[in-house]
Antibody
């Protein structure tokens, strides 16, 4: 079955960078884009961007342009999300999710990676 | 503030039917397909409805989606205690050129 497994929780200091991995399995890695969505504590979902493993094209929400980098490793079917210049309001659960073809729905989702930004 | 507007909460008793609404504009719901996600407490979101009214394999037909103009709705019939969760609508926004989510509706089964 299709699975997305993310790296473990992290604690970072303000100004630092974060890199979260999302290892996929159960399907052809190049066929579907992987999206990133975050959720601050007690808050709703916020879309950050996605990457197409096929051609490494990326698309980001305006809010995250210039601060987020998405990369892929086809040898391990893994997507990486790097967020730079961390602030306290970046404290959130970060999810990766597979984009449904050319549609904009996400299925399935990874289990989430809790990132805490604190001095 | 979310681009898509959802009521923060909804409640109903087991067996009842409940409807959760999602309001947007011409640049999002009015011109794009709507998806719904269910987030059970402490878990990752799960796709519930896609392309306005389609159910992924494994989602019971108690869940249904609809769209009219710049609004969309999620209906849950035969409500069960296991349905207690947060529900989010989402779609593409042509002006923002990205995916937007509603603020979420917390469903309580009384």
């Amino acid at each position: 079955q299709v699975q997305l497994v993310q790296s473990g929780a992290a604690v970072k200091k303000p100004g630092a960078s974060l890199k979260v991995s999302c290892r996929t399995s159960g399907y052809s890695f190049s066929t579907y884009a992987i999206s990133w969505v975050r959720q601050a504590p007690g808050q709703g979902l916020e879309w950050m961007g996605w990457i197409s493993p096929y051609n490494r094209n990326t698309h980001f929400a305006q809010k995250f342009q210039g601060r987020v980098t998405l990369t892929t490793d086809t040898s391990t079917s893994t997507v990486y999300m790097e967020l730079r210049g961390l602030r306290s309001d970046d404290t959130a659960m970060y999810y990766c999710a597979r984009r449904g073809g050319l549609s904009n729905y996400f299925d399935p989702w990874g289990q989430g990676t809790l990132v805490t930004v604190s001095s | 503030q979310s681009v898509l507007t959802q009521s923060p909460s909804a409640s109903a008793t087991p067996g009842q039917r409940v409807t959760i609404s999602c309001s947007g504009s011409n640049s999002n719901i009015g011109s794009n397909r709507v998806n719904w996600y269910q987030q059970l407490p402490g878990t990752a979101p799960k796709l519930l409805i896609y392309n306005n009214n389609e159910r992924p394999s494994g989602v019971p037909d108690r869940f249904s989606g609809s769209k009219s103009g710049t609004s969309a709705s999620l209906a849950i019939s035969g409500l069960q205690s296991a349905d207690e969760a947060d529900y989010y609508c989402a779609t593409w926004d042509d002006n923002l050129n990205g995916v937007v989510f509603g603020g979420g509706t917390k469903l309580t089964v009384l």
